[in-house]
């Protein structure tokens, strides 16, 4: 394609060229005006061909036309003044297209230290979210390996106490009953650590590592109608009401469905979390323009003004569940969707999660 834009540029300057002198070669030698006219057009194509291609350019477009002119002045002669004026000229298109050449060449020059350093400056950036993002995640990972630590020590501190059982049948087993629960119980705990752990990698992986998104036209509405399917079994058990405001007629999307999906349930748990006993969840789709919204609003706690700039950061989380890479996974997905994600606070009380897709075309 470049290849490609790069053929046609050429060809427009060439044009231009033999355009531009064959009418000097075409049009009768009196029409003087006519043809100091011509002579001036031929600076537009040596300043474009400078501004595309350097020093190379502007002289090479100046060569050509110098060629084009020259059997003309040696062949044709009209007065001499005329010709000197137009020799001056022709040497006035070497001198342009030079110049112009050496300040577009420069300019060229300019613009590609300038992108290097951009970036060397975005790989550095690169670098210091990575080293920040490995000290969070090993901040992270420590508390759970610390209570698999404690666990693991608990456990083998009642296989001990159970392997030395000693006296009457009767409190032996109801010793060994005591024992074997806490087993149960310690158990319980190490396999609830070690699926955090699990969770924390995994989120960690699709952050430093998203997939592309796969665009299947989709209908929205019942993308939502399907997740809060999935999240009533929560939304039941702590009585907190959810509405659905769904607009009729909304249009298709072209989207990854499990990943926008992912979306929904992340913003609906945050809701969950963020919601008090008397609070509720409303969630509301809309068009507008050649975007489709999706809303979820919540009644619950709020978020304090000067952590909205941040919620999106990777490891930015005033919960104590997770570990603050589930709104910085939404945004990625959402941009990868070419939309956009925000949060905002409500007038009354809670906040407001918004995400937009573009509709199919």
């Not at 043809?35 to 477009?61: D, E, K």
Request: include cysteine; charged fraction near 20%.
């Amino acid at each position: 394609m470049r290849q490609d834009y790069n053929v046609l540029k050429i060809t427009l300057i060439f044009l231009l060229i033999l355009v531009f002198n064959l009418f000097h070669y075409v049009l009768s030698a009196p029409l003087t005006n006519l043809h100091h006219l011509i002579f001036r057009l031929n600076y537009l194509p040596i300043v474009v061909a400078a501004f595309w291609y350097g020093w190379r350019g502007g002289v090479g477009a100046a060569l050509l036309i110098t060629l084009i002119l020259l059997p003309d002045m040696f062949l044709f002669h009209w007065r001499v003044s005329s010709d000197l004026n137009s020799l001056l000229e022709i040497l006035l298109y070497n001198v342009v297209g030079t110049v112009t050449g050496m300040l577009s060449s420069a300019e060229m020059r300019q613009r590609q230290r300038y992108n290097e350093t951009a970036a060397q400056l975005a790989k550095a950036e690169h670098l210091a979210q990575l080293g920040q993002m490995a000290a969070s995640l090993a901040h992270e990972i420590r508390n759970p390996l610390q209570s698999l630590q404690a666990t693991t020590s608990m456990l083998n501190e009642a296989k001990s106490r159970a392997a030395g059982l000693e006296g009457d049948l009767k409190p032996a087993l109801e010793r060994s009953e005591g024992t074997e629960s806490r087993r149960n119980e310690l158990a319980s705990i190490m396999r609830e650590e070690v699926e955090r752990l699990n969770a924390l990698v995994n989120d960690f992986l699709q952050f430093a590592n998203p997939k592309p998104p796969l665009g299947v036209e989709t209908d929205l509405n019942h993308l939502v109608e399907k997740t809060v399917e999935i999240i009533q079994l929560r939304l039941s058990s702590s009585s907190i009401p959810l509405h659905l405001s769904l607009m009729k007629g909304l249009p298709n999307c072209r989207m990854d469905p499990e990943q926008i999906q992912q979306v929904l349930l992340n913003l609906l748990e945050n809701a969950i979390e963020a919601v008090e006993e008397e609070g509720q969840i409303q969630i509301v789709t809309r068009y507008q323009s050649d975007a489709v919204f999706v809303d979820v609003i919540d009644s619950g706690k709020g978020i304090d003004p000067a952590d909205i700039p941040h919620i999106f950061e990777p490891f930015f989380s005033r919960s104590a569940r997770g570990a603050g890479l589930g709104l910085s996974i939404c945004q990625k997905i959402i941009e990868a969707h070419q939309g956009k994600i925000w949060c905002r606070r409500n007038d009354d009380k809670g906040c407001s999660f918004t995400f937009s897709l573009p509709m199919v075309n």
